[in-house]
């Protein structure tokens, strides 16, 4: 006999007391951090991102498995999304089996 799912989906579960706690730090340590002027951090920060457009990060990520990882960082190289694995130069069969990103 399988058990029955007694909780209505149309009626919110209660929210844990502590909860509240959490969201008031979150939102204090937000405040505090957007308040404090960090212009060096704030230069990394962008480059950063940039470096993350179009999967950089990832595919340099794959090269240094690739490279010093052996055979299993070789793998864990090319387990990545498709548009990544063909960017990164390898060519498998199933490709065809994932949306165009």
Known sequence: MSAVDLRRPDRPRPRPPW??????LDVAVYAAIAATPSPA???????????????????AAAAVLAVFGGADGRRA?????????RGA?????????????
């Open 19 to 24: 909860l509240a706690d959490v969201e008031r």
């Open 41 to 59: 951090l704030d230069s990394a920060m962008g480059r950063l991102t940039r470096a993350a457009d179009h999967s950089k990060l990832s595919l």
């Open 77 to 85: 190289a090319t387990g990545g999304r498709p548009d990544v694995r």
């Open 89 to 101: 130069g390898e060519i498998r069969s199933d490709e065809g089996a994932y949306p165009a990103a």
